[in-house]
């Protein structure tokens, strides 16, 4: 099993910026990709960002490229998201999530790829 724990959420205006943090434990080693999810109300969640855990290649969503980048620091277990240029169609639930299913997924991530989920950090951008 692996738990996945996010921080960072918060409020900011847009232009601004805020760094999502991941934390993860248990059977890390398992893992092959890790991810940040996003669901805004009355929307489908979205994969916004994935990191894979031993080539270290991203991906990322049209619609977050060049603002989103995402890193992992493998010896505290953490994955990050930095977010900047924040706009207000941001606004969402950002959920964490990891998969240690090995086939070869479309990139950003699937829904239906993923294992273990966090419980979620908001982020709120006013115009």
């Known amino acids: 099993q692996v738990q996945l724990v996010e921080s960072g959420g918060g409020s900011v205006q847009a232009g601004g910026s805020l760094r999502l943090s991941c934390a993860a434990s248990g059977k890390t080693n398992s893992l092959n990709y890790i991810g940040w999810f996003r669901q805004a109300p009355g929307k489908e969640r979205e994969g916004v960002a994935d990191?894979?855990?031993?080539?270290?290649?991203?991906a990322y969503a049209d619609s977050v490229k060049g603002r989103f980048t995402i890193s992992q620091d493998n010896a505290k277990k953490m994955v990050h998201l930095q977010i900047d240029s924040l706009k207000p169609e941001d606004t969402a639930m950002y959920y964490c999530?990891?998969?240690?299913?090995?086939?070869?997924?479309?990139?950003?991530?699937?829904?239906?790829?993923?294992?273990?989920w966090g419980q979620g950090t908001q982020v709120t951008v006013s115009p």
């Open positions: 999530a990891a998969t240690s299913r090995s086939r070869r997924w479309s990139r950003p991530l699937p829904v239906l790829a993923v294992e273990y």
């Open positions: 990191i894979q855990t031993g080539a270290g290649s991203t």
